[in-house]
């Protein structure tokens, strides 16, 4: 039987690279004469932007730091030990670049059994234990303190999580065992399984307090402090602490079983980590830690050696490395200062448009239109939209002043752009139209300014063709809700020079966008593989293939919407424009469905109604449907589609639409919502064997988004 610190050795000299914390354990005696205490700092040497992480050796450093106050303990001198994080971080989990490397199963259950050991130590101290959550705190940061006796939470928190289930692990060093026997399985399930699945939601200070996961919460301020006031209480037995008992009966149940129809909701079954998790809450029933902690030992290796984890880590480090530092973008030097923004059109696109480039830039934004009527409902959006910020605090009402004041319309442009840096367009998806928008730009704007359009599918060195300076047009396409959705395509023409691209980069940037450079290829690559995916259920309905057995047979893939749910939201009408696009490019592989060319003709919003609360296709559209007799299983469709979706994304790898699959990935994850456990689609692709079948070779290395073999 190995011993924890052989456990972690071995482990840590898999992980050479580790940014190692370090356990500093400081003596004082506490307030009304409480006795002598033990703190822990956990602290890797950097500032709250490089946060706390376990790895190997950091485990082995709190396991060292254990060892001395346990003998403290043990021999009277200390009365209690708490845990706390540097400024802002208390500690946010295991160090995951790790756990890409490992190759073994037996090394990956390693990493599980080092948490517990070191971890379940904190619980069997001769003396209570607390753990003062100080800062961001996630999975293993989070897992450490419920293995102490007591907890206290700052208000300050601004994000606190059970993150696993998200990337496709389980909380495995006490996660799922402890948290239901803490708050009960039903708001361990909400923790755990549902904010996982909801885009990884955080926790703020007061909500970890109003889950009972906390004892004690305080501000920010001053929160150490008080912290060890409430500490010196506490020990004293002046202050008692009252946890709720926790329902071990059907409620339990009930929550475990409302965790799976969550799960199902998101994943559909795709992704076992959902399941893992929900299968030892359920088992931590009776509350034997023992068996639970085994069981997350099991699981954390299991998963760590599958493929949704890795492609769930590998959609992460897009996200996080990638997105941040966009491919092929040029030298940000060369980028000029944008210090006010046109917006063409005043329609609820561009209305959105100067809302996101007014709070980020917070730099004169003019919205121009056809007429003045339309400017002031567009400008009356903006205003509308600050007044809702300032009702929910978050911004004061100095800020919402100074907004307003910087949002105007204008019926000429030669009046709003005559000194713009940086003009975007937003108006009806026709060319001509766009063409004409832009020559009457390019005649009143600075010859410095940047002409963006927000083109979804068309051609931007066409839309640049007629003008004098054609090399400042780019393409800018966002994704709606523009809100939200984080990506932004940014389109190089024919002619765009360095320049003006390094200023969309900066822009973009500024903006808080995920942005990705893209050739100027029809329907660039969120709206072109979304076609054909689309394009390709529309076809097998068109066949004959039922309704619901071609939207079932995604399922599997863990989208966030099916097929026919997502062309809703886009608009029929939108759907049809851009299979008609990229029919016109890619006839042989795009098609235009008669079926959706009937929809949109008589003028339905979709496929569906909602009389019963769930989607049911509509009797007018059931009734416009023309269909033929060939009808395929849901594995049939399944195929088929991604057969379809592997073509085209070999084929704009080809045509150098991105630099790399990678680009891909992030394009589906941040403007489409795919899902991480998919790592986008790429990964998918490769581990079904679809890729191979299809081009004949993978998207992506062996060990990219894979266990390294």
Known sequence: MSTTAELLKGAAELFPDEVVTSAHVRHFDLPYGAGKFALITLDNGFDHTKPTTFGPQSLANLNAAIDQVEKEAADGGIVGVGVTGKPFVFAVGADLKGVELLKRHEDAL?????GHEVFKRLASLAVPTFAYYNGAAMGGGVEVGLHCTYRTVSKAVPAFSLPEVFLGLVPG???????????GAENAVKVIIENSLNQNKQLKGQQVFDLGIADAIFEGADFLEQSLLWTASVLKGDLKVERPVIDRGAAWDQAVAQGRFIADGKVHGAAPAAYRALDIIAAAKDGDLQAGFDAEDQALADLIMGGELRAGLYAFNLVQKRGKRPAGAPDKNLARPVTKVGVVGAGLMASQLALLFLRRLEVPVVLTDIDQERIDKGVGYVHAEIDKLLGKGRINQDKAN?????????????EGFADADFVIEAVFEELGVKQQVFAEVEAVAPAHAILATNTSSLSVSEMAAKLKHPERV???HFFNPVAILPLLEIVRGERTDDASLATAFAVAKKLKKTAVLVKDAPAFVV???LTRFMGEIQNVIDEGTPVEVAEKAVEPLGLPMSPLVLLELVGPA???HVSETLNRAFPDRFTVSPN????VEAGKRGFYVYDSGKPELDPEVAALLKQGDTVLTEEQVRARVLDAVAQEIGLMLDEGVVAEAQDIDLCLITGAGWPFH???ITPYLDREGVAERVNGKRFLKPGVASVPQ
Request: aromatic residues 4%.
């Open 527 to 529: 709206n072109r593989i």
């Open 596 to 599: 959706l060319k009937a929809v």
């Open 402 to 414: 100074r907004l307003k004041a910087l949002v105007t319309g204008v019926l000429d442009k030669a």
């Open 678 to 680: 998919l790592g986008g």
């Open 110 to 114: 390693a990493i599980g059994k080092g």
């Open 474 to 476: 780019v393409g800018f």
């Open 574 to 576: 939108i759907g049809l």
């Open 173 to 183: 060093w006490g996660g799922c065992a402890l948290l239901p026997n803490l708050i």
